[in-house]
């Protein structure tokens, strides 16, 4: 597949466009050093100069990756100051940080170290002197609201990221580091018991019972990698809230979610069901049972123990996985707890969602 580049390495190459354009020239493409040390061309898609200042954009290309921001124009406004520094800002579309624990000072532009080592290069290559640039993305602010940027706490447009300068397709990793900041958000604001939700019916469930947005962190599928990650940034306890057809698995030791990975929710149920002493005709009726909201609301009708049962031995398996406290909370879609393991009333969040 196709790599691409990092909104980063395209804000550098417009910030060196910009700085050509400064001096004279009208550059068609550019040509940037990665961190790598690799080096690549971009084309320039906009150029315009006037009062002493210049602006260039480059239209981001990320490859075959599935990324929100391919195709978006990632800009520069460049214009010569006096003293030596480079000086580089967020205008429109590039966000806010209003959050400790990403690294990035409150109050400053989500331009994170890597690019904006990788501007002052580019324009250290053409300019000398004092330069102020200005990073943006057009329609940068709507496009954040659709990413984890309000989670955490990066407000009105998209972050300025990137290590490599190359975005890797389908690169899970780069997923994983941005579910891995909420943690560190997390932890910084002071909560060292956190709620993992895989999803936002969890989320929106624990927030409206009165846990801080802030104490919540989103893990999609990655429970089991999230729950490792929550013990090692120095998390005391973890409770994991969400929908049943999503913990239900994690009793039989399936802590990556997706259902290209593991799926026994079926027989995990019908397992539990037999050992609580559920006859024949219940184990039928679980097996016809098309959805786990379905399985779900049999149960609580006729054997409700059997969830409590599940829940009980999610919690054991991602305790032993995390080597930290974890409690359960599984919900329905209403939605409503519909069953927890035995520790979790003895949790403060725990307290708050039963």
């Not at 624990?206 to 962190?217: F, L, N, T």
């Not at 599928?221 to 969400?242: D, K, Q, S």
């Not at 397992?271 to 039928?284: F, P, R, Y």
Request: aromatic fraction near 4%.
């Amino acid at each position: 597949m196709r790599y691409g580049y990092t909104t980063g390495a395209c804000a550098a190459a417009a910030a060196k466009a910009a700085c050509l354009a400064l001096r004279g020239e009208r550059p068609e493409e550019v040509r940037i050093t990665l961190p790598a040390g690799k080096s690549v061309s971009m084309r320039v898609a906009e150029l315009r100069v006037g009062r002493g200042r210049a602006k260039a954009c480059v239209l981001k290309d990320a490859g075959d990756d599935p990324d929100i921001t391919h195709g978006v124009a990632v800009c520069a406004e460049v214009r010569a100051a006096e003293g030596e520094e480079v000086v580089i800002r967020g205008g429109e579309g590039v966000g806010v940080v209003t959050k400790r624990g990403l690294g990035i000072p409150v109050g400053e532009s989500a331009i994170t170290e890597v690019p904006r080592r990788m501007i002052v290069q580019a324009v250290r290559e053409v300019l000398q002197g004092g330069a102020e640039v200005v990073i943006s993305i057009p329609g940068g602010e709507e496009l954040a609201s659709r990413t984890l940027n309000p989670k955490l706490g990066i407000t009105g447009g998209l972050s300025v990221l990137g290590t490599t300068g190359i975005v890797v397709p389908w690169s899970e990793s780069a997923l994983l580091r941005s579910l891995e900041k909420q943690v560190d958000v997390a932890l910084a604001s002071g909560f060292k018991e956190l709620v993992l939700a895989p999803g936002r019916l969890g989320e929106r469930y624990a927030v409206s019972r009165g846990v801080p947005e802030d104490a919540v962190v989103q893990c999609g599928n990655y429970i089991g990698y999230m729950l490792e990650r929550c013990a090692r940034a120095g998390a005391t306890a973890v409770l994991v809230c969400g929908h049943a057809g999503k913990l239900v698995k994690l009793a039989s030791g399936i802590f990556c979610t997706h259902s290209r990975v593991a799926d026994a929710r079926a027989e995990t149920l019908a397992a539990h069901a037999a050992w609580a002493g559920a006859d024949a005709t219940l184990l039928q009726e679980l097996r016809r049972c098309t959805t786990v909201e379905e399985a779900v609301e049999l149960l609580r009708r006729s054997r409700e123990e059997v969830l409590y049962s599940v829940a009980e031995a999610a919690a054991r398996r991602c305790t032993e996985l995390a080597g930290i406290g974890v409690s359960v909370v599984m919900l329905n879609r209403k939605p409503e707890a519909v069953a927890w393991d035995s520790r979790a009333g003895e949790m403060k969040w725990g307290r708050c969602l039963l």
